[in-house]
T-cell receptor
């Protein structure tokens, strides 16, 4: 079983749609959780950190369920500029180990 | 503020040759990481420096890979001799401070092709 698994996608949605990404992780000791965004042939960039209480940043909402080892990202009112690959990322170790473990990513295309 | 920079952006070499990738982290970031994405696979961790010390090198594939960070500033990743399966995009990232929750800022990557 992979450490971080995501919806394989791809997702094709019209502008204005709501789209949800799901992710599960296998290591129950995981400490920190993130969603990164990666545009085609570019580097990953942090979109949001994910907290246990859930957090929202404009049109983006992230949720974490530690009991189910499940992370989600919701994008409301999607824009053309949201087209990218969304990466679920977990830091599975505490202390001084900052290794990030990535999911394979889910490609989103928002169509006009 | 300048971001993480990597050199070269692309490298095409033949099997058996040596290649050295360079990463310049964001100024003041003690933590420097190397990651790799092989085609069709997820991005995978290679190693983590804190200043000039290797904190975690559990992701290094084998002893053909050598990473250094002399002086705790820029880092190099040397592959010698390169094999076909080493092809991929090598990302460097850096982060400040002493928390695993801190954002890791990624460089644009070096696309390595081994023929």
């Amino acid at each position: 079983r992979k450490e971080v698994e995501q919806d394989p996608g791809p997702f094709n949605v019209p502008e204005g749609a709501t789209v949800a990404f799901n992710c599960t992780y296998s290591n129950s000791a995981s400490q920190s959780f993130f969603w990164y965004r990666q545009d085609c042939r570019k580097e990953p960039k942090l979109l949001m950190s994910v907290y246990s209480s859930g957090n929202e940043d404009g049109r983006f909402t992230a949720q974490l369920n530690r009991a189910s080892q499940y992370i989600s990202l919701l994008i409301r009112d999607s824009k053309l500029s949201d087209s990218a690959t969304y990466l679920c990322v977990v830091n599975s170790n505490g202390g001084s180990n900052y290794k990030l473990t990535f999911g394979k990513g889910t490609l989103l295309t928002v169509n006009p | 503020e300048a971001g993480v920079t990597q050199f070269p952006s692309h490298s095409v070499i033949e099997k058996g040759q040596t290649v050295t990738l360079r990463c310049d982290p964001i100024s003041g970031h003690d933590n420097l990481y190397w990651y790799r994405r092989v085609m069709g696979k997820e991005i995978k961790f290679l190693l983590h420096f804190v200043k000039e010390s290797k904190q975690d090198e559990s992701g290094m594939p084998n002893n053909r890979f050598l990473a250094e960070r002399t002086g705790g500033t820029y880092s190099t990743l040397k592959v010698q001799p390169a094999e076909l399966e080493d092809s991929g995009v090598y990302f460097c990232a850096s982060s400040p401070g002493t928390s695993g929750r801190n954002e890791q800022f990624f460089g644009p990557g070096t696309r390595l092709t081994v023929l």
